[in-house]
């Protein structure tokens, strides 16, 4: 019966008109080229001076320009340290970030997935209002330490007090979200207050403020994808292992990371482009000892204008380790962001 069933699938595979082939690949290398022409033009014009650029669309180099290394080394070498302390800042705050995001945020994701929580409004009520406390006390120039002991202090009186009275909860689906509605809001509603906080703290332009911003600003995309893929995996497994006398932090490390492999491999690259790439928080949180990358190319043509041959340079050095990462982890990918698209 299995040999029957693998003949039939071998037969339709094999059986697929020819001009539906042709037409297919015709599409496939269409749209490969629109995807990497962009890169090809980018590679293309660093290797340009600018009359080249500037004289008109030139294509093949040897045959309708000369090329040469001079962009790359103006950044390189000309620029140097403003240059090489951007790219720095930029793998540092972004490797870390994501790191620390993808262990938090998996973690949380599991908790949803296999373990049932009800909170009540009380408490989120309460908790809220130490929060908007400790806020009003930092923004009246009080010490950071104050607000947040006088913000403890409200949360645990009326968490012992009036939270005891409320009846409704939250479940985990309301938690989750939450979570994720977080990304509704344009962070540029938010940046004046993260910069007030990080500047009360004396945190401004360091790599610590970048990484806590970054960390709160992802975690409820990696909990939202982690949630999914934790949900395909049996809970079968788990129960074995449980009845076997092993932990749930020994379930969790040695059975559900394991088998969640492909999953974190793509959160993880889907949140460092997210890093990677950050702009408007970079821009108010930072001044000159943590910029990032992407500060320094707005920057480049800000102040001088649209020099292509040097902004080429800049975004292919940018881009070249994400996509170095996305084709070495192609595999993971794929079945990370395949996983809970078919389900029954």
């Known amino acids: ?38 890169l090809y033009w980018l590679a293309v014009t660093s290797l340009k001076t600018p009359l080249d650029v500037n004289s008109g669309p030139f294509y093949i180099p040897f045959r309708d320009f000369q090329p040469n290394l001079d962009s790359w080394h103006y950044i390189f070498v000309d620029l140097g340290e403003d240059t090489f302390r951007p790219y720095l800042n930029t793998v540092v705050v972004g490797l870390t970030s994501t790191t620390i995001t993808l262990i938090v945020g998996s973690m949380a994701a599991y908790g949803l997935v296999r373990m049932r929580y009800r909170v ?62 977080q990304r509704m809001l344009p962070p ?30 992802h975690l409820p995309i990696v ?32 059975i559900v990371l394991p088998l969640a492999v492909p999953g974190l491999v793509a959160t993880f690259l889907f949140v460092l482009v997210f890093a990677w790439n950050e702009y408007l928080i970079a821009l108010f949180l930072t001044s000159a000892n943590a910029q990032t990358l992407p500060l320094t190319v707005a920057a480049q043509n800000a102040t001088r204008g649209p020099q292509w041959w040097y902004m080429s340079v800049l975004i292919l050095i940018m881009i070249g380790p994400v996509i170095a990462m996305a084709i070495a982890l192609e595999r993971f990918i794929a079945r990370g962001l395949l996983v809970g698209a078919v389900k029954g």
């Open 223 to 254: 909990v939202w994808l982690m949630r999914d893929y934790f949900q395909s995996i049996p809970v079968e497994l788990e129960e074995s292992a449980a009845i076997d006398g092993a932990s749930p932090y020994r379930i969790f490390r040695s």
């Open 188 to 217: 540029v509603a938010v940046v004046i207050p993260i910069y007030i906080f990080f500047q009360q703290l004396n945190l401004l332009d360091t790599w610590g403020a970048l990484i806590i911003a970054y960390v709160a600003s």
């Open 120 to 181: 009540s409004l009380g408490a989120i009520a309460s908790f809220a209002a130490g929060v908007v406390l400790a806020v009003i006390v930092m923004i009246a120039r009080a010490p950071w330490q104050i607000g947040a002991l006088g913000g403890f202090c409200l949360f645990l009186l009326l968490l012992n007090t009036l939270a005891r009275r409320s009846k409704r909860a939250v479940g985990n689906d309301d938690i989750a979200f939450w979570m994720i509605s």
């Open 1 to 38: 019966m299995a040999f029957t069933r693998t003949r039939r699938q071998s037969v339709s595979t094999t059986s697929i008109p020819f001009p539906t082939m042709v037409v297919s690949y015709v599409l496939l290398f269409a749209w490969a080229f629109v995807v990497l022409f962009p």
